[in-house]
């Protein structure tokens, strides 16, 4: 399966979170019910969203189910939301916790089609070489990150990859910083494992 | 393997994974999509089960207010299910304010709504007829002159006001009962077969012949008719009971 990546520049409004009584009315909204509210909510967290999604599984097309799976949930959801984060970082917790099993299914894909050879890159650039190293580390993270458990996977994305604070990432998971910091630790400890058997050095 | 690998691969797991995707709108269109269909279905469920639930609770509430079985027997009738003159199957409609309103109370004087009690020094037919109930013996007394909402041809209707007369007015039950028996005969589906039923068992129970008293009552007590009549139906089998 070749993974259709498009790079983009986003503009720098499109990751940025609304203002806080903006979430509130949006919240309010979605309470309420009013189907407006969820195209408001993904327009204004779609990116967000599926950054995370797609850095978690690995898989642009999971990670789109997944998306669909976070926004199509967030009208319930909401009744949850206290308001202590933003709605953005609401959005995350409800991913993480739709996340189990998309990762656990693009990760049995990856697996399937682990030996068969990946497509060449269509991508035409100033730096083929450049490009080709960059994609070619992260398949083998994303390949590394299949190894761990779950909660040591989403520890190390949303502190790694996504660089939230523990104190963020505690509040999205719903377990004390210092859990999220053992669980980081113990991740990367088997990542670079991981990395050195794949013969990256 | 050093730690710059590590920060390496993340970065480019960072920059391959931007959330950016062509297939954003689409997912967009699906959320909406799922959206819109959730909508429908609740609308569709509660469009379905208010109904549902409104039907349950008026029916409830009408069973429970005892027009029940007169609801029952009307439609039995309609439908050509009526039984034998043992088993009535077209019954007065709404019952009469008169009959809502009995009560127990002495044998008043001219017209009573409400049969005395068995007693043997008001009743003189107690007196020959042993059984002492302690239950006081209530019979139905319908409105003489039914409504003309409710003006379905009676067969008996003559027949039912002599039973009426006997029973209510002169207190003889001794007439009233061939007279019961004469209305139940010529109209055993009529509009007051079930209360000209009643009355005949209140004629057994006045006139001593628990045996038979019994077996008229039996079927009022044991709910055959709904919630007609049953309590005082209960109340007087215990009261004929050895």
Request: one cysteine or more; glycine letters at 4%; a positive charge.
């Amino acid at each position: 399966m070749g993974y259709s990546v498009t790079y983009l520049v986003l503009a720098p409004s499109a990751l940025q979170a609304p203002a806080v009584e903006e979430d509130e009315s949006l919240v309010e909204r979605l309470r309420r019910g009013e189907p407006t509210a969820v195209g408001e909510a993904y327009d204004h967290h779609h990116a967000a969203v599926r950054a995370f999604a797609q850095r978690l599984v690995g898989e642009a097309a999971t990670a789109e189910d997944l998306v669909h799976e976070v926004f199509v949930a967030l009208p319930r959801a909401s009744r949850n939301f206290r308001g202590e984060s933003s709605l953005r970082t609401f959005l995350i917790s409800i991913a993480v916790h739709h996340a189990h099993h998309h990762v656990r299914s693009a990760t049995r894909r990856r697996a399937a089609f682990s030996r068969l050879e990946r497509e060449p890159s269509a991508e035409v650039s100033a730096d083929p070489e450049a490009i080709a190293r960059r994609k070619e580390l992260a398949q083998a993270l994303t390949r590394a990150l299949d190894t761990l458990p779950i909660d040591q996977r989403v520890a190390f994305v949303l502190c790694e990859v996504e660089e939230r604070s523990s104190r963020d990432v505690a509040e999205i998971v719903g377990v004390p910083e210092g859990t999220v910091r053992t669980r980081l630790f113990h991740a990367k400890r088997k990542l670079r494992e991981e990395l050195e058997r794949e013969g990256f050095r | 393997m050093t730690e710059d690998l590590l920060k390496a691969a993340t970065s480019a797991l960072r920059e391959e994974h931007s959330g950016e995707d062509a297939g954003a709108n689409f997912t967009r269109a699906r959320v909406m999509a799922s959206m819109h269909n959730t909508r429908e279905r609740s609308r569709k469920r509660w469009v379905l089960v208010l109904p549902i639930a409104a039907t349950f609770a008026a029916a409830t509430a009408f069973a429970t207010s005892g027009r029940m079985p007169a609801l029952v027997q009307s439609v039995a009738a309609v439908f050509g299910l009526a039984q034998g003159t043992e088993q009535p199957a077209e019954l007065p409609t709404k019952p009469s304010k008169a009959q809502r309103r009995v009560h127990v109370a002495p044998k008043p004087a001219p017209a009573p709504v409400t049969e005395p009690t068995l007693e043997p020094s008001v009743e003189p037919v107690a007196a020959e007829a042993p059984p002492p109930p302690t239950a006081a013996v209530t019979a139905v007394r319908p409105a003489l002159n039914p409504a003309p909402s409710s003006a379905l041809p009676d067969p008996g209707h003559a027949l039912y006001l002599e039973a009426h007369r006997a029973h209510f007015e002169r207190g003889d039950f001794a007439r009233a009962l061939p007279a019961w028996e004469d209305y139940l005969r010529k109209a055993p589906n009529g509009r007051f077969s079930l209360e000209a039923r009643y009355n005949r068992a209140v004629c057994l129970v006045r006139l001593g012949r628990s045996a038979d008293a019994r077996s008229a009552l039996l079927p009022f007590a044991g709910g055959r008719f709904g919630g007609y009549r049953r309590n005082e139906a209960t109340a007087l089998l215990d009261s004929l009971a050895p």
